[in-house]
C-alpha cells in the first residue's frame, strides 16, 4: 500500500528503539510528525494522548500511525516498516 502523507510517530525522548525508529525514517527519507510523548504538556499532551488511544489499546514505544491510520506499528519493526510505510 503506497503511503498517503506524512506519518505520526510517537515516542518517548528515552527511549533506545525510538531513537532507532526515528533513525529509520529518516535514513529512508519517510516524513514524519514526531511526538515526544514525555516532553509534552497540558492540552498538547492531553491531544497527542487522544489520538494514540484512537490507535492502539497498549501504551508501548514507539508508534507508528500512517495512511491515515490503516498502518498502526507498534515497536521497532523495520521489516514491517518496510513492507507498510516505505
Given at each position: ?32 510528525n ?29 508508534v ?23
Open positions: 500500500m503506497p503511503r498517503q502523507g506524512a506519518v505520526e510517530f510517537y515516542a518517548l525522548s528515552t527511549c533506545i528503539w525510538c531513537r532507532r525508529t526515528r533513525e529509520w525514517l529518516e535514513d529512508n527519507g519517510v516524513p514524519f514526531l511526538h515526544y510523548m514525555d516532553l509534552l504538556e497540558g492540552e498538547e499532551r492531553s491531544k497527542a494522548q487522544r489520538e494514540l488511544e484512537r490507535h492502539v489499546s497498549r501504551m508501548s514505544y514507539p507508528i500511525v500512517a495512511n491515515d491510520g490503516d498502518v498502526v506499528i507498534q515497536g521497532y519493526q523495520p521489516e514491517q516498516f518496510e513492507e507498510e510505510i516505505r
